[in-house]
């Protein structure tokens, strides 16, 4: 698991420990082991026969179960010698030169590599004497140079441009590992465990924990080593992860204490003390079978598991948390019958998430564009090679030499070259790497805006976002809680109370409720600097109220000491169900006391007694719980307090009471105290909320508090935005209005309800998943929803798993919400959420920017090759000079503009959304326009360039001839023009100003700079294998001045209105829906659908019609036809049939008399008889459609 991994940097330093046997200890490494195999009620007896009980064991490890270890430094590393590290080596990276041999598998790379080994072949093989004159002009000039001497330089330039895009391409690769590994790794170091040392507890690194540490293990914790259980509170164990099974499994000392690595705690708390680490661990011991450490690479690979895919494995299984099976929940129910279920099964059958917006359109961009470029690489090579054949065989008349062949073949394979980088230029093979760039980059930068991305596409997926669902506690508000106000004896006091104001007993149990009945791990330290605020510890609710004790002067601590963890009766810990915990103590007279703290609302309804003013209890019945509510509760939380309810019950010695019936338990309590406890709001919130709205991102409150409290925080926040008609719901009415008579939920009616919904207050996990997943699946807009979650508890893992985007909390987050999370908020804060749609939207632009540069670089490079070929049978851009333009556009050009940095002018627009195609019509026609310039220029050039710079024509050169000033300036210019076209590239919105913010980003200058210097050195010392000539400065300067003129004709390009563009299906995807992305065909599906049914609508209208006019004729032929019927009544005299039917019939709905088929979706028939249709006979319809099935 990621969490038992240690930075990878460090795996090669310390390798792999074997650990000695015995070691001093009264247990050795084996024994350890073969005892974790064991379970339940067997591993008790194991322990009971080999060591006396857990204490035993503690003292064979030389542990203390209280204190812990109390050794040094020295001695952990003896420890670690023995029984081996808390680190499983982790697989090993590709080497570099693996990296280059995948490269070199790419298709048309080997094309290349192909034609150029021919090329060479070729070249070095001389025709056998005779006259070569009779082979035509095709071998006229080769023997100014000698065939052999320079024909060979051309196949091995392409081979070193080969080489210099695989390199380029493995360096990418292998850059990408790395820093992907040091993300890990950094998620790796940040993994704490709190353990017991010395007598005080520390958060030590996974990595660092020793067999003999005593661990404390809590709500929400991945164990990171295997250990048995010393002392726990209603511990309930998810071990899916390694049995499979999703069912909780209850720990406890005296029936099953042990507990295993990799497993989650999904309720209650304890200690235990670890006897397995690392590859020795049961998740260890899995790792190696599987091979982890890299032994069983090769077989891992032939089964196409993923790159990490025992570590994937069993974190995919873990994710399979009993939260996550029970809150899939039936699918969502529609009228539409079984194909949301059928979607759903679709969609949940893949291991992964569907593919990301832009991962989808840009798949179809570059499927598309790649079979537009095999088209026109192959219509090249067809006609220069009949051009050829026509030309010399035909018009030439000459006959077919044997000595001719290999200058023949030379040609053809000179054509089949130039075909193949018309291909190479036309693949946008730079997008991925494009998309990879700029996501890796994002990543990097989005670290310092306390974003850990665990999934890339999580990055790019954010700029899309529609819909925010935030949690309230730590996200919106600071999560540093204090109590503000409370209600004590009868007095309701509005700041914390003098402790003379409280009675002697109130004030006792007060102390001992709080201090007792609250995790022993939360505590509240010394600050760490002068004149700062007290460090909070653990729960922060639970910190809260142990400042109230401080602030009534009294100290918790004494309080703890005389009741110990270990003398804890029975401990009923906080969960999302219950909304409240319990503890049971041993009173020193005998009998028992149960203290209890919760949501006010649920514990109020459990009390039959309250605390007066001198600290006697009297009756508290339903009046005196409504006077609370009202005047107390309701109050505290109309300004933002979130209210508890502090209560206690005694039970005797004798009968003890059934402590697993917890509603007997919990019942008939006596209410201490009400208190009211502010968690302001975070000061930077309310300005971040605003700039989502504005950029078009609803965000809503999902939060566990009372509706009141949530309310007035939503207001404060500014999701509550005044003068609108907003839903603030409970989880009971959430669901009440969502779900059918069956208890089953509906889309239609949660289609009714989120559009409005802001606030769900009291909701627990499944509402969370319910709300997530309905909005996600609802079609009732013109997008579908880009829903991003926030959660910080182990509940909270099915609803942060569903969501597009899941945020979890980095401080007070648990392990299984932060597994289950895409991105992980290092600061808890909402404004970070806002700098991740900044980044995401920045991706996108990005990505937007180096395809607007790329494409027309592809169209020009596809058409001046194609073209120049047809007409002059040779390219004018040359096979290498062709690979430096696509090292350019691709590599550097992904570089420099994936690179730029994001503004807050990003969060001025609305999300682009799935639908929008991936080329806009501004970018469509800068696209156009620059091509059309570029052209422009190079056939100019191409046709009378020779006369404007008084230089020999490079039209129609003989094979192996010297490179030609001509073709060496059309290939300057090209350059040039990209050069600067790449500078008008960095705005995609039609913005003037194309050097805005352009020395923000000193990747692209340099990138500019230096790829003008590389070419110069081309032009001027590339001579034969760049097919270039040295020119003047006076050619340099003109090559200049056109490449300049690409700004001046952006800035032309930018009047020019984009309005009568339409962006062509071949560039967004043959339908917008289908640029969607996630499951082409599902989508292809739903459009067809829904054209299908509007056709079909609009055919049912007129057939419907045109039944209803046959079938009245044949009524009334009927009716005069029976001649002993009674007569019916006239219809009230209306309209007859001629006048247009809508005057008559209204809602096509009502009009049943169509086909059996499509009976049940229509409406019931209109048994209005004021209806001309309804007064042909009591049931009408049914009666006129037996008319017509017997006639």
């Given at each position: 698991?990621?969490?038992?991994?240690?930075?990878?940097?460090?795996?090669?330093?310390?390798?792999?420990?074997?650990?000695?046997?015995?070691?001093?200890?009264?247990?050795?490494?084996?024994?350890?082991?073969?005892?974790?195999?064991?379970?339940?009620?067997?591993?008790?007896?194991?322990?009971?026969?080999?060591?006396?009980?857990?204490?035993?064991?503690?003292?064979?490890?030389?542990?203390?179960?209280?204190?812990?270890?109390?050794?040094?430094?020295?001695?952990?590393?003896?420890?670690?010698?023995?029984?081996?590290?808390?680190?499983?080596?982790?697989?090993?990276?590709?080497?570099?030169?693996?990296?280059?041999?995948?490269?070199?598998?790419?298709?048309?790379?080997?094309?290349?590599?192909?034609?150029?080994?021919?090329?060479?072949?070729?070249?070095?093989?001389?025709?056998?004497?005779?006259?070569?004159?009779?082979?035509?002009?095709?071998?006229?000039?080769?023997?100014?140079?000698?065939?052999?001497?320079?024909?060979?330089?051309?196949?091995?330039?392409?081979?070193?441009?080969?080489?210099?895009?695989?390199?380029?391409?493995?360096?990418?690769?292998?850059?990408?590992?790395?820093?992907?590994?040091?993300?890990?790794?950094?998620?790796?170091?940040?993994?704490?465990?709190?353990?017991?040392?010395?007598?005080?507890?520390?958060?030590?690194?996974?990595?660092?924990?020793?067999?003999?540490?005593?661990?404390?293990v809590k709500y929400g914790d991945l164990l990171p080593a295997d250990g048995i259980l010393i002392q726990g509170n209603d511990l309930k164990i998810d071990e899916s992860a390694l049995t499979g099974e999703s069912d909780h499994v209850r720990k406890a000392v005296d029936k099953d204490p042990m507990l295993l690595s990799g497993t989650h705690v999904m309720e209650g708390s304890g200690k235990m003390v670890v006897t397995a680490v690392g590859v020795n661990s049961q998740t260890g011991i899995i790792f190696t079978l599987l091979g982890a450490g890299g032994e069983e690479e090769e077989k891992k690979e032939k089964k196409g598991k993923p790159q990490d895919g025992a570590v994937e494995n069993i974190q995919n299984k873990a994710k399979k948390q009993d939260g996550a099976v029970a809150m899939e929940m039936q699918p969502l129910k529609s009228a539409e019958g079984g194909d949301v279920d059928e979607r759903e099964r679709k969609r949940s059958s893949g291991p992964k998430?569907?593919?990301?917006?832009?991962?989808?359109?840009?798949?179809?961009?570059?499927?598309?564009?790649?079979?537009?470029?095999?088209?026109?690489?192959?219509?090249?090579?067809?006609?220069?090679?009949?051009?050829?054949?026509?030309?010399?065989?035909?018009?030439?008349?000459?006959?077919?030499?044997?000595?001719?062949?290999?200058?023949?073949?030379?040609?053809?394979?000179?054509?089949?070259?130039?075909?193949?980088?018309?291909?190479?230029?036309?693949?946008?093979?730079?997008?991925?790497?494009?998309?990879?760039?700029?996501?890796?980059?994002?990543?990097?930068?989005?670290?310092?805006?306390?974003?850990?991305?665990?999934?890339?596409?999580?990055?790019?997926?954010?700029?899309?976002?529609?819909?925010?669902?935030?949690?309230?506690?730590?996200?919106?508000?600071?999560?540093?809680?204090?109590?503000?106000?409370?209600?004590?004896?009868?007095?309701?006091?509005?700041?914390?109370?003098?402790?003379?104001?409280?009675?002697?007993?109130?004030?006792?149990?007060?102390?001992?409720?709080?201090?007792?009945?609250?995790?022993?791990?939360?505590?509240?330290?010394?600050?760490?600097?002068?004149?700062?605020?007290?460090?909070?510890?653990?729960?922060?609710?639970?910190?809260?109220?142990?400042?109230?004790?401080?602030?009534?002067?009294?100290?918790?601590?004494?309080?703890?000491?005389?009741?110990?963890?270990?003398?804890?009766?029975?401990?009923?810990?906080?969960?999302?169900?219950?909304?409240?915990?319990?503890?049971?103590?041993?009173?020193?007279?005998?009998?028992?006391?149960?203290?209890?703290?919760?949501?006010?609302?649920?514990?109020?309804?459990?009390?039959?007694?309250?605390?007066?003013?001198?600290?006697?209890?009297?009756?508290?019945?339903?009046?005196?719980?409504?006077?609370?509510?009202?005047?107390?509760?309701?109050?505290?939380?109309?300004?933002?307090?979130?209210?508890?309810?502090?209560?206690?019950?005694?039970?005797?010695?004798?009968?003890?009471?059934?402590?697993?019936?917890?509603?007997?338990?919990?019942?008939?309590?006596?209410?201490?105290?009400?208190?009211?406890?502010?968690?302001?709001?975070?000061?930077?919130?309310?300005?971040?909320?605003?700039?989502?709205?504005?950029?078009?991102?609803?965000?809503?409150?999902?939060?566990?508090?009372?509706?009141?409290?949530?309310?007035?925080?939503?207001?404060?926040?500014?999701?509550?935005?005044?003068?609108?008609?907003?839903?603030?719901?409970?989880?009971?009415?959430?669901?009440?209005?969502?779900?059918?008579?069956?208890?089953?939920?509906?889309?239609?009616?949660?289609?009714?309800?989120?559009?409005?919904?802001?606030?769900?207050?009291?909701?627990?996990?499944?509402?969370?998943?319910?709300?997530?997943?309905?909005?996600?699946?609802?079609?009732?807009?013109?997008?579908?929803?880009?829903?991003?979650?926030?959660?910080?508890?182990?509940?909270?893992?099915?609803?942060?798993?569903?969501?597009?985007?899941?945020?979890?909390?980095?401080?007070?987050?648990?392990?299984?919400?932060?597994?289950?999370?895409?991105?992980?908020?290092?600061?808890?804060?909402?404004?970070?959420?806002?700098?991740?749609?900044?980044?995401?939207?920045?991706?996108?632009?990005?990505?937007?920017?180096?395809?607007?540069?790329?494409?027309?670089?592809?169209?020009?490079?596809?058409?001046?090759?194609?073209?120049?070929?047809?007409?002059?049978?040779?390219?004018?851009?040359?096979?290498?000079?062709?690979?430096?333009?696509?090292?350019?556009?691709?590599?550097?050009?992904?570089?420099?503009?994936?690179?730029?940095?994001?503004?807050?002018?990003?969060?001025?627009?609305?999300?682009?959304?799935?639908?929008?195609?991936?080329?806009?019509?501004?970018?469509?026609?800068?696209?156009?326009?620059?091509?059309?310039?570029?052209?422009?220029?190079?056939?100019?050039?191409?046709?009378?360039?020779?006369?404007?710079?008084?230089?020999?024509?490079?039209?129609?050169?003989?094979?192996?001839?010297?490179?030609?000033?001509?073709?060496?300036?059309?290939?300057?210019?090209?350059?040039?023009?990209?050069?600067?076209?790449?500078?008008?590239?960095?705005?995609?919105?039609?913005?003037?100003?194309?050097?805005?913010?352009?020395?923000?980003?000193?990747?692209?200058?340099?990138?500019?700079?230096?790829?003008?210097?590389?070419?110069?050195?081309?032009?001027?010392?590339?001579?034969?294998?760049?097919?270039?000539?040295?020119?003047?400065?006076?050619?340099?300067?003109?090559?200049?001045?056109?490449?300049?003129?690409?700004?001046?004709?952006?800035?032309?390009?930018?009047?020019?209105?984009?309005?009568?563009?339409?962006?062509?299906?071949?560039?967004?995807?043959?339908?917008?829906?289908?640029?969607?992305?996630?499951?082409?065909?599902?989508?292809?599906?739903?459009?067809?659908?829904?054209?299908?049914?509007?056709?079909?609508?609009?055919?049912?209208?007129?057939?419907?019609?045109?039944?209803?006019?046959?079938?009245?004729?044949?009524?009334?032929?009927?009716?005069?036809?029976?001649?002993?019927?009674?007569?019916?009544?006239?219809?009230?005299?209306?309209?007859?049939?001629?006048?247009?039917?809508?005057?008559?019939?209204?809602?096509?709905?009502?009009?049943?008399?169509?086909?059996?088929?499509?009976?049940?979706?229509?409406?019931?028939?209109?048994?209005?008889?004021?209806?001309?249709?309804?007064?042909?006979?009591?049931?009408?319809?049914?009666?006129?459609?037996?008319?017509?099935?017997?006639?």
């Amino acid at each position: 698991m990621g969490d038992l991994a240690n930075s990878t940097g460090d795996a090669g330093a310390r390798g792999r420990r074997e650990p000695c046997p015995g070691g001093g200890f009264g247990c050795t490494l084996p024994e350890l082991r073969a005892l974790m195999e064991l379970r339940g009620a067997e591993a008790l007896l194991k322990v009971q026969e080999a060591y006396g009980d857990v204490h035993g064991l503690c003292r064979r490890l030389k542990t203390s179960p209280t204190e812990g270890l109390a050794e040094g430094a020295a001695e952990l590393e003896r420890r670690r010698q023995v029984f081996g590290q808390n680190w499983i080596p982790p697989k090993r990276p590709k080497t570099f030169a693996e990296l280059v041999w995948e490269a070199l598998q790419d298709v048309t790379l080997i094309i290349l590599e192909v034609a150029a080994v021919v090329s060479l072949g070729l070249s070095f093989y001389a025709p056998p004497g005779g006259d070569t004159e009779a082979c035509g002009h095709v071998s006229g000039g080769a023997e100014d140079e000698g065939e052999a001497e320079a024909g060979w330089i051309e196949g091995a330039a392409i081979l070193l441009s080969v080489a210099c895009v695989v390199l380029v391409t493995a360096f990418n690769d292998w850059s990408k590992e790395r820093q992907f590994r040091g993300l890990q790794s950094r998620i790796e170091q940040e993994q704490r465990f709190a353990v017991v040392r010395h007598g005080r507890q520390l958060q030590v690194p996974v990595a660092e924990l020793v067999v003999g540490d005593v661990a404390q293990v809590k709500y929400g914790d991945l164990l990171p080593a295997d250990g048995i259980l010393i002392q726990g509170n209603d511990l309930k164990i998810d071990e899916s992860a390694l049995t499979g099974e999703s069912d909780h499994v209850r720990k406890a000392v005296d029936k099953d204490p042990m507990l295993l690595s990799g497993t989650h705690v999904m309720e209650g708390s304890g200690k235990m003390v670890v006897t397995a680490v690392g590859v020795n661990s049961q998740t260890g011991i899995i790792f190696t079978l599987l091979g982890a450490g890299g032994e069983e690479e090769e077989k891992k690979e032939k089964k196409g598991k993923p790159q990490d895919g025992a570590v994937e494995n069993i974190q995919n299984k873990a994710k399979k948390q009993d939260g996550a099976v029970a809150m899939e929940m039936q699918p969502l129910k529609s009228a539409e019958g079984g194909d949301v279920d059928e979607r759903e099964r679709k969609r949940s059958s893949g291991p992964k998430k569907e593919k990301s917006v832009l991962q989808g359109k840009l798949t179809k961009l570059a499927v598309q564009i790649g079979k537009a470029g095999l088209v026109m690489s192959a219509v090249t090579v067809i006609i220069l090679v009949l051009y050829f054949v026509i030309e010399t065989f035909v018009v030439e008349g000459r006959a077919w030499l044997a000595e001719c062949t290999p200058v023949y073949v030379q040609y053809w394979v000179k054509f089949f070259i130039i075909g193949v980088t018309v291909l190479v230029v036309a693949v946008p093979e730079g997008l991925p790497l494009a998309v990879t760039i700029s996501l890796a980059y994002s990543v990097k930068k989005m670290m310092r805006d306390n974003n850990l991305v665990r999934h890339l596409d999580a990055c790019e997926t954010m700029g899309n976002a529609t819909a925010i669902c935030s949690d309230k506690t730590g996200t919106l508000t600071t999560n540093r809680m204090t109590v503000v106000q409370a209600f004590v004896g009868d007095t309701h006091f509005r700041a914390p109370p003098d402790p003379a104001n409280i009675a002697p007993r109130t004030l006792d149990l007060l102390v001992q409720a709080i201090a007792i009945n609250s995790a022993y791990t939360t505590k509240i330290l010394p600050p760490e600097s002068a004149g700062g605020l007290p460090r909070q510890v653990g729960n922060k609710t639970e910190c809260a109220l142990l400042g109230l004790v401080l602030a009534l002067r009294r100290d918790y601590e004494a309080v703890r000491a005389q009741v110990p963890e270990e003398r804890l009766h029975k401990v009923y810990t906080f969960n999302s169900v219950r909304k409240s915990m319990s503890t049971v103590t041993r009173l020193p007279a005998g009998g028992f006391r149960l203290y209890s703290k919760g949501a006010s609302e649920i514990l109020l309804r459990k009390c039959c007694a309250i605390l007066g003013g001198g600290g006697e209890a009297r009756a508290f019945g339903p009046r005196d719980r409504e006077d609370v509510v009202r005047k107390v509760v309701e109050p505290m939380a109309a300004a933002g307090l979130r209210t508890l309810v502090l209560a206690f019950r005694d039970f005797p010695p004798v009968p003890e009471p059934p402590w697993e019936d917890e509603a007997a338990v919990v019942g008939e309590l006596t209410c201490i105290a009400v208190v009211g406890i502010e968690d302001p709001v975070r000061p930077e919130v309310p300005e971040a909320i605003r700039k989502c709205q504005r950029a078009g991102i609803t965000v809503r409150m999902v939060t566990g508090d009372n509706l009141n409290t949530a309310r007035a925080i939503a207001a404060k926040c500014g999701i509550l935005p005044p003068g609108e008609d907003w839903l603030c719901l409970e989880g009971k009415e959430f669901n009440r209005r969502i779900r059918n008579e069956k208890g089953e939920i509906e889309q239609e009616r949660l289609d009714k309800v989120w559009p409005k919904l802001r606030v769900l207050a009291r909701s627990s996990p499944t509402d969370k998943h319910t709300l997530v997943k309905g909005i996600i699946d609802s079609t009732i807009g013109d997008q579908r929803q880009v829903v991003a979650v926030t959660g910080d508890g182990t509940n909270d893992g099915p609803a942060l798993k569903k969501a597009d985007v899941g945020f979890a909390m980095g401080i007070a987050g648990t392990d299984v919400a932060k597994e289950a999370s895409d991105i992980i908020l290092t600061d808890d804060n909402f404004s970070s959420i806002v700098k991740a749609v900044m980044w995401g939207r920045n991706v996108y632009d990005s990505i937007s920017k180096f395809l607007q540069f790329q494409l027309t670089v592809n169209v020009v490079a596809v058409i001046v090759a194609f073209t120049g070929a047809c007409i002059t049978q040779d390219s004018p851009l040359k096979a290498v000079q062709m690979l430096w333009v696509n090292l350019i556009m691709d590599t550097f050009a992904s570089l420099a503009l994936a690179t730029e940095p994001p503004t807050e002018a990003l969060l001025l627009r609305k999300p682009y959304g799935r639908n929008k195609p991936l080329i806009s019509r501004t970018m469509m026609k800068n696209i156009l326009g620059h091509a059309a310039y570029q052209l422009v220029i190079i056939f100019t050039l191409l046709f009378v360039g020779e006369v404007f710079f008084d230089i020999d024509s490079g039209r129609n050169a003989p094979l192996h001839s010297p490179p030609s000033e001509h073709y060496t300036i059309i290939f300057n210019t090209f350059v040039m023009m990209q050069l600067f076209n790449e500078i008008n590239a960095r705005k995609i919105h039609g913005e003037r100003n194309v050097f805005d913010g352009i020395f923000a980003n000193p990747i692209f200058c340099s990138i500019v700079l230096g790829t003008f210097a590389i070419q110069i050195v081309i032009v001027q010392f590339g001579g034969k294998p760049f097919s270039c000539s040295p020119l003047s400065a006076e050619q340099w300067l003109w090559c200049l001045f056109v490449g300049v003129g690409e700004l001046v004709w952006g800035q032309v390009m930018a009047w020019v209105p984009g309005g009568w563009l339409r962006c062509p299906g071949a560039v967004a995807g043959p339908a917008a829906a289908e640029a969607a992305g996630a499951d082409e065909e599902e989508e292809e599906e739903e459009i067809d659908l829904a054209e299908r049914e509007l056709r079909r609508g609009q055919v049912l209208w007129v057939r419907g019609l045109n039944r209803i006019q046959t079938q009245m004729r044949v009524v009334r032929a009927f009716r005069s036809s029976l001649a002993g019927t009674p007569p019916r009544p006239e219809p009230r005299p209306g309209p007859p049939f001629g006048p247009p039917p809508e005057l008559l019939f209204g809602d096509t709905r009502d009009i049943p008399l169509i086909d059996d088929t499509d009976a049940e979706s229509e409406a019931p028939p209109n048994r209005n008889n004021n209806h001309p249709l309804g007064r042909l006979g009591p049931p009408g319809p049914p009666r006129l459609h037996s008319l017509e099935t017997s006639l």
